[in-house]
């Protein structure tokens, strides 16, 4: 499986940015994808993830009600609506996929697939 991110950028504080991730070769293979944070000098944490088959969905608590990751299975594409953006929203932004749900949980080394990083930059 290979991934394509795209979508992110400079916004101010209290704007939106859509992500994408276009997944492209075994996508069959695909049960879970997710998008995930970077900060400088911190290890990457899942902000949401999503099951392909349900719809089941995860957010970190710091982005709950703000942020909304979505599926469009036709397009083997995933979204991540970001609404409300905080500056301490910065980050580099991946996207994953995996054979399992929820993406990420034998390891982050173990995910099948990652994303180029994209850079969400939130100025106050």
């Known amino acids: 499986v290979q991934l394509q991110a795209s979508g992110g950028g400079l916004v101010q504080a209290g704007g939106s940015l859509r992500l994408s991730c276009a997944a492209s070769?075994?996508?069959?293979?695909?049960?879970?994808m997710g998008w995930f944070r970077q900060f400088p000098g911190q290890v990457r944490d899942a902000v949401a993830t999503i099951s392909w088959s349900d719809s089941n969905t995860y957010y970190a608590e710091s982005v709950k009600g703000r942020f909304t990751i979505s599926r469009d299975n036709a397009k083997n594409t995933v979204y991540l609506q970001m609404n409300s953006l905080k500056p301490e929203d910065t980050g580099v932004y991946y996207c994953?996929?995996?054979?399992?749900?929820?993406?990420?949980?034998?390891?982050?080394?173990?995910?099948?697939?990652w994303g180029q990083g994209t850079q969400v930059t939130v100025s106050s």
């Open positions: 070769g075994r996508t069959s293979s695909i049960v879970g």
């Open positions: 994953a996929a995996d054979r399992i749900y929820p993406p990420g949980s034998r390891g982050w080394d173990a995910l099948d697939a």
